[in-house]
């Protein structure tokens, strides 16, 4: 079976500063990674994936995650936060055919002036 | 429009009633899938359909929900005889292709609320 790990259910960050969203992952075989943000009321929305490759891996809106094989994470990072990421971020994780994706609890992200 | 569509947007019923929660995908795109999620957690996996084919519905947690596609194309889900439990909200997503690694790109969800 395959489970995905959020540790931080909050994470709280000043404008400007770098920000980390941690995930840890248990699969069986190869994984396929994925980072989602949602917004209040809406669904999630795509951020980033790892498939295979380079361990670090750009997405949108300034976000990047690095694949650790060996400990097993896949982390969330950006430079520098803004009052605007300020949502709930979910890990996600697939294997095989990557039919199905089990995601983490969630972490909710504060970025504040 | 572009992306996934999902309605209603809200619905309250009665427990005891039936439920109909309709998904209108991507244009396009072969995979679709239902999700729950309940209040302060992450989605869980419901269902998945290839096409007009449910391939996996190991996720449905009783025989009371029911999914159908049945050409390919729009999606329902089904809940019988609703009871307070199944108080959530259920998201529906698609991916262009069958293998998995491209993203599945989500709409808004259903919060179904019982009373």
């Known amino acids: 079976a395959q489970s995905v790990a959020q540790p931080e259910d909050q994470v709280n960050v000043a404008e400007g500063n770098p920000l980390t969203v941690k995930c840890t992952y248990s699969v069986s075989g190869n994984p396929y990674l994925f980072w989602y943000v949602q917004y209040p009321n809406r669904g999630l929305q795509f951020l980033l994936k790892y498939i295979t490759g380079d361990n670090l891996v750009k997405g949108s809106y300034g976000f990047e995650a690095e694949f650790n094989k060996s400990q097993t994470s896949f982390h969330l990072k950006k430079p520098s936060a803004l009052v605007s990421d300020s949502a709930l971020y979910f890990c996600?994780?697939?294997?095989?055919?990557?039919?199905?994706?089990?995601f983490g609890t969630g972490t909710q992200l504060k970025v504040e002036l | 429009g572009a992306g996934v569509s999902q309605s209603p947007r809200y619905k309250v019923a009665k427990r005891g009633q039936d439920v109909a929660l309709r998904c209108d995908p991507i244009s396009g795109h072969v995979s679709l899938f239902w999700y729950q999620q309940a209040l302060g957690q992450g989605p869980e996996f419901l269902t998945y359909f290839q096409n007009e084919a449910q391939l996996d519905k190991s996720g449905l947690p009783s025989d009371r929900f029911f999914a159908e596609r049945p050409e390919g194309s729009v999606s329902t889900l089904k809940i019988q005889r609703t009871q307070q439990e199944d108080s959530a909200v259920y998201l529906c997503?698609?991916?262009?292709?069958?293998?998995?690694?491209?993203?599945?790109?989500f709409g808004d969800g259903t919060r179904l609320s019982i009373l």
């Open positions: 996600a994780v697939a294997t095989g055919g990557g039919n199905k994706l089990t």
């Open positions: 997503a698609s991916s262009h292709n069958r293998v998995g690694n491209q993203p599945q790109h």
